[in-house]
């Protein structure tokens, strides 16, 4: 059976303050590795999908990592509009299972 | 580009009562998912249609759930009769083809309280 683990399981920043969140994985032959961010009140939003280790992709602060076990979904000099949960979800046959998400909250 | 939509976006239920979920995928979209997030949990799939075929129903408590996709395009998701840890945000998502390489895009979900 696919699992993912995320941790933390929230996370505190500063604005301007870096990080990175964690997924861990076992799956038995991975298709994707999904990363969603959610907003309260939201349906999860897409945001990455990669596909083989040392695969790298970036949209503006955020930028996605994965090695044979895990991604990383590192955030570059956060602001606040990023606080949200992100939610990180691995492929293997046709089904997503997701992880419990790392709440982000972005202070000024 | 008009997204995923559901109805209703809130719904509060007696137990035991029944409940009805909506969903409408991006137009061209052939595979169309449901799934439950519980408070605090990532969402799970309950259900996944390849246009009016079901591909996966494996984690749908088929007891009291049930869902039916008309005609390839709209779907619904039903309740009968509802439990408590049922409350959850029941989540639609269509992609294009269902393949593993299709990215699923998410609608806003309906909020179920059952009391």
């Known amino acids: 059976e696919d699992q993912v683990t995320q941790s933390p399981e929230a996370l505190r920043l500063q604005e301007g303050e870096s990080s990175s969140l964690n997924c861990s994985y076992t799956v038995s032959g991975l298709r994707g590795l999904f990363w969603y961010r959610q907003d309260p009140g939201k349906g999860p939003e897409f945001l990455f999908t990669?596909?083989?280790a040392g695969e790298e992709k970036e949209k503006e602060r955020l930028k996605a990592t994965l090695t044979k076990k895990e991604s990383f979904l590192h955030i570059t000099a956060p602001k606040p509009e990023d606080s949200a949960t992100y939610l990180c979800?691995?492929?293997?046959?046709?089904?997503?299972?997701f992880g419990t998400g790392t709440q982000l909250k972005v202070e000024l | 580009e008009a997204g995923v939509a559901q109805s209703p976006r809130y719904k509060i239920i007696e137990k035991r009562q029944s409940v009805a979920f909506w969903c409408n995928p991006i137009s061209g979209h052939a595979t169309l998912y449901w799934y439950q997030q519980i408070l605090g949990q990532g969402p799970k799939l309950l259900i996944q249609?390849?246009?009016?075929?079901?591909?996966?129903d494996s984690q749908l408590p088929k007891d009291r759930f049930s869902a039916e996709r008309l005609k390839g395009v709209d779907s619904t998701l039903k309740i009968q009769p509802a439990k408590l840890e049922d409350s959850a945000v029941y989540l639609c998502a269509s992609s294009f083809g269902g393949t593993s390489e299709d990215t699923q895009y998410f609608g806003p979900g309906t909020r179920l309280t059952v009391l």
């Open positions: 249609f390849q246009n009016n075929g079901v591909v996966d």
């Open positions: 990669l596909y083989s």
């Open positions: 979800a691995v492929q293997g046959g046709y089904k997503l299972t």
